[in-house]
């Protein structure tokens, strides 16, 4: 019985299975930053397949048979900036 989440690749691993991402968010130009926060909130149909590809290569995005999707490491990456910046927010006087 499937318990939920997404279905595997058939023989071999999941493409979240990739190493983790050894990127910095300050690493990356604005332009992948904004694509990696909308992909965040859901599919990002009009990604440039060139930044997705970028994104697939450094292990932040997956490339699924719907379209390039953010990968575990891509999320919690934003995750971490999104949290950074709420207490940078809240340490400014």
Known sequence: ?????????????SPETAPPATVAWADLPEAERTALKRMNRGPYPAL???????LVGLGLAVARPDGVGISRAGRALVIGALLDARRDDADTP
């Open 1 to 13: 019985m499937r318990r939920g989440g997404r279905t595997r690749a058939r023989g071999g691993t």
């Open 48 to 54: 440039a397949p060139e930044l997705g590809r970028r």
